[in-house]
């Protein structure tokens, strides 16, 4: 049972991989989620009927459009395309809204901090010790023992050798190599390899939820753009 189980996760995690692997990761996505415009559409999905759905605020957009677009006076009335626009940009809101909180909550500390894998190096090299260091490539065994054992040969050792109780001497002797020979290797792969994998299952409905936001916020954006296009042409005898 435990080995169809097994067998069952392997070719699940198969699939679902090139997913994981080819969305966009979390120092992507840091420059969306650190971006104050988005992270003030966090408080959207809270107040967003208060706002956009406010008869006043509604008036207001509705005059606007009637006024810039030349639309008829009925132009904001319940199902017209103002009013649809109005539903848009409310729905784009708060998929930013929900992918800022997700973003806020979910990114790891360390691609807040550090926007790619070289800024990270530079900024906690000094202060990584040789056990940091065999702690980083156990992190990157659990994900891909390759990788792992690409820094282990130094040591002459690799990650099916090692033994399982943290007090063995050949931790700080691989620490020691480490931080000899590779720590700049090790720390960058330590950082890509988190940037792939670290809470993932945050990370994907994140970046979909940012995507999602945009285009529905953008798109009355692009068809007023149109609009205004359409008029101004028009206005000049440009048929």
Not at 55 to 67: D, F, G, K, S, V
Request: net charge neutral; charged share 20%; proline share 4%.
């Amino acid at each position: 049972m435990h080995n169809t189980w097994s067998r069952a996760k392997h070719e699940i995690f198969g699939v679902i991989r090139p997913i994981i692997v080819s969305t966009p990761r979390w120092s992507s996505l840091r420059a969306i989620g650190q971006s104050r415009i988005v992270q003030a559409s966090a408080i959207m999905p809270i107040v967003g009927y208060l706002i956009i759905y406010s008869n006043l605020i509604r008036e207001l957009y509705c005059r606007m459009a009637t006024t810039i677009l030349l639309n008829p006076e009925g132009s904001c009335i319940s199902g017209s395309t103002t009013s649809y626009d109005l539903h848009l940009t409310y729905i784009g809101l708060f998929f930013l809204g929900c992918g800022s909180l997700l973003f806020s909550t979910g990114c790891p500390q360390i691609f807040k901090t550090y926007s790619d894998a070289a800024t990270y190096v530079r900024g906690e090299q000094r202060t990584t010790t040789p056990m940091d260091l065999t702690s980083m490539v156990m992190h990157i065994g659990d994900i891909d023992k390759d990788d792992a054992n690409r820094f282990l040969k130094y040591a002459d050792t690799d990650m099916d050798a090692l033994p399982d109780h943290w007090d063995h001497p050949i931790w700080e002797t691989i620490g020691n190599v480490l931080g000899n020979r590779a720590t700049k290797d090790v720390m960058k792969t330590y950082y890509q390899t988190n940037d792939v994998w670290e809470r993932y299952w945050l990370r994907i409905p994140c970046g979909l939820m940012f995507l999602v936001g945009f285009l529905f916020v953008l798109f009355p954006s692009i068809k007023t753009l149109i609009e205004v296009a359409r008029i101004l042409i028009s206005s000049v005898g440009i048929r």
